[in-house]
T-cell receptor, first 114, second 111 residues
Framework: KAGVTQTPRYLIKTRGQQVTLSCSPISGHRSVSWYQQTPGQGLQFLFEYFSETQRNKGNFPGRFSGRQFSNSRSEMNVSTLELGDSALYLC?????????????FGEGSRLTVL | SQQGEEDPQALSIQEGENATMNCSYKTSINNLQWYRQNSGRGLVHLILIRSNEREKHSGRLRVTLDTSKKSSSLLITASRAADTASYFCALNTGTASKLTFGTGTRLQVTL
């Protein structure tokens, strides 16, 4: 079974631009979560999608948004990039439903904002 | 903050020794999970312990949970150089797939 796939793996943007990151979950997984990892703030929950609906949301500004498609693939978008948005963005999938079990993570998309 | 606090922040041991990491938290949990992360890469799930469990084993890993003290520990026995990584505890408070991660312990295992 293929794992969680994130694209692109690395990208460089400048302040004010926007970025879209993509995540393909493990086949059969309906829940996709996004996390931001920075040296200063650690791993922080962004949002979770289940069956195309946002089920949970972390404490991030509205510049951070996401969506999920009918095939469970998910995208997250960050608009008006700031230097502080430089981070490793991790996507994780799980079976969802009332699942409170393990998450399966992708390798991440490393975003650098100049 | 609901974030788990881990200690030590960094740990350096020799191959063959045991490594113990601790996680303390402040909220009620549904379960507590441990993940491993190799430098700058994705996280790998190691073990999950439910709030009504006290101890779990998986290979060279042993996890304990004390809900009265709101703390957990991860023991890696007979460490190998390949165990070098960052280890995170993650709290599930019952909200679907949302996890609150600890601050992490960087483990260095030298030959």
């Amino acid at each position: 079974k293929a794992g969680v796939t994130q694209t692109p793996r690395y990208l460089i943007k400048t302040r004010g631009q926007q970025v879209t990151l993509s995540c393909s979950p493990i086949s059969g997984h309906r829940s996709v979560s996004w996390y931001q990892q920075t040296p200063g703030q650690g791993l922080q929950f962004l949002f979770e999608y289940f069956s195309e609906t946002q089920r949970n949301k972390g404490n991030f500004p509205g510049r951070f948004s996401g969506r999920q498609f009918s095939n469970s693939r998910s995208e997250m978008n960050v608009s008006t990039l700031e230097l502080g948005d430089s981070a490793l963005y991790l996507c994780a999938s799980s079976l969802g439903q009332a699942n409170t079990g393990e998450l399966f993570f992708g390798e991440g998309s490393r975003l650098t904002v100049l | 903050s609901q974030q788990g606090e881990e200690d030590p922040q960094a740990l350096s041991i020799q191959e063959g020794e045991n490594a113990t990491m601790n996680c303390s938290y402040k909220t009620s949990i549904n379960n507590l999970q441990w993940y491993r992360q190799n430098s700058g890469r994705g996280l790998v799930h190691l073990i999950l312990i439910r709030s009504n469990e006290r101890e779990k084993h998986s290979g060279r890993l042993r996890v304990t949970l004390d809900t009265s003290k709101k703390s957990s520990s991860l023991l890696i026995t007979a460490s190998r150089a390949a165990d070098t990584a960052s280890y995170f505890c993650a709290l599930n408070t019952g909200t679907a797939s949302k996890l609150t991660f600890g601050t992490g312990t960087r483990l260095q295992v030298t030959l």
